[in-house]
């Protein structure tokens, strides 16, 4: 049974750093494309970034974020820095296709 399990969002002052983690089971994260999606308050589902062969970030994320995966933990990251208010949303890991999804992380960057 596939299963993922987000955790490490919060509240964040602006400026500062935040490390997503997911945790998968039933299948290998190495094995597959995985993505960071976010869902930003009245905007909606926004692609964050995806780790396969190599990595892709969106414009909004780029030089800030950092995908990477463990593959011994069976873990997903995503690193976060220089946040800013508009990275506020609910924080979903999702495996390639978008056949599965965590519950999701709160992340509120606000002073």
Request: net charge neutral.
């Given at each position: ?50 780790i ?22 069976n ?29 999701g ?7």
């Open positions: 049974q596939v299963q993922l399990v987000e955790s490490g969002g919060g509240l964040v002052q602006p400026g500062g750093s935040l490390r997503l983690s997911c945790v998968a089971s039933g299948f290998t994260v190495s094995t597959y494309r995985m993505s960071w999606v976010r869902q930003v308050p009245g905007k909606g589902l926004e692609w964050v970034s995806e396969d062969t190599g990595t892709a970030y969106a414009d909004s994320v780029k030089g800030r974020f950092t995908i990477s995966r463990d593959n011994a933990k873990t997903l990251y995503l690193q976060m820095g220089s946040l800013k208010p508009e990275d506020t949303g609910v924080y979903y890991c999702v495996t390639e296709g978008g056949d599965y999804w965590g519950q992380t709160q992340v509120t960057v606000s002073s």
